[in-house]
């Protein structure tokens, strides 16, 4: 049988543990799963890509069949350029449904292809996003428990360097 890879593309800015429990689950349905970092998200990140990278990559060691990558450009040529029958996304409350339906059906109507698999996060991390432990660590508030310590030390320095740059 030929080798089953998926793309789980995102900003990961910076990666949570709300990623890596999507991640688990992905890697125990596909033989590979290539995490691509968007390199020009509409918003303006809090890391670069290659930062991103870099974080995530820091948090793979026990994981073989995990490679990351970043991409630019449509997330349906990303996942044909790697050989991906399918893009993992991640869902936590009902409120990503909307969103990530049309993204799905948009993506299938550009590439009828690939299937979008999404996989359900755990319950401790059902109210874990990336945008929302950014808030919390600016405001020194402790999201240990949300994201992984290299994403939380990366955090503080930045939000450090940000206020010396503003002294
Ligand atoms: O982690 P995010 O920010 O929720 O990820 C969103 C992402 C990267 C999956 C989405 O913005 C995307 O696929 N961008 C690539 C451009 C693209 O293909 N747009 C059409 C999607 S319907």
């Known amino acids: 049988m030929s080798e089953r890879i998926a793309v789980y593309p ?5 990666v949570t543990f709300g990623h890596l429990d999507i ?11 290539v995490l691509g970092v968007l390199e020009n998200p509409g918003k303006t990140p809090l890391f670069t890509a290659e930062e991103r990278v ?16 970043t991409f630019d450009g449509l997330t349906v040529e990303f996942a044909a350029s790697v050989g991906a029958i399918a893009i993992v996304r991640g869902l936590r409350v009902v409120s990503d ?15 009828p292809r690939v299937n979008t698999v999404f996989l ?10 990336s945008s929302l432990i950014k808030e919390v660590c600016q405001l ?6 949300m994201a992984p310590p290299v994403s939380v030390e990366a955090m503080h320095r930045r939000f450090a360097e940000r206020r010396e740059s503003h002294d």
């Open 10 to 14: 995102g900003s990961f800015d910076p």
């Open 23 to 33: 991640l688990d689950r992905a890697s125990a349905i596909f033989d590979t799963v």
């Open 54 to 69: 870099e974080l995530l990559q820091a948090c793979l060691d026990s994981r073989p069949g995990v490679q990351v990558t």
């Open 97 to 111: 449904f909307e969103s990530e339906f049309q993204m799905a059906l948009m993506n299938r109507r550009l590439d």
């Open 120 to 129: 359900m996060t755990s319950f401790s991390n059902v109210f874990v996003s």
């Open 140 to 145: 020194g508030g402790d999201v240990s428990e």
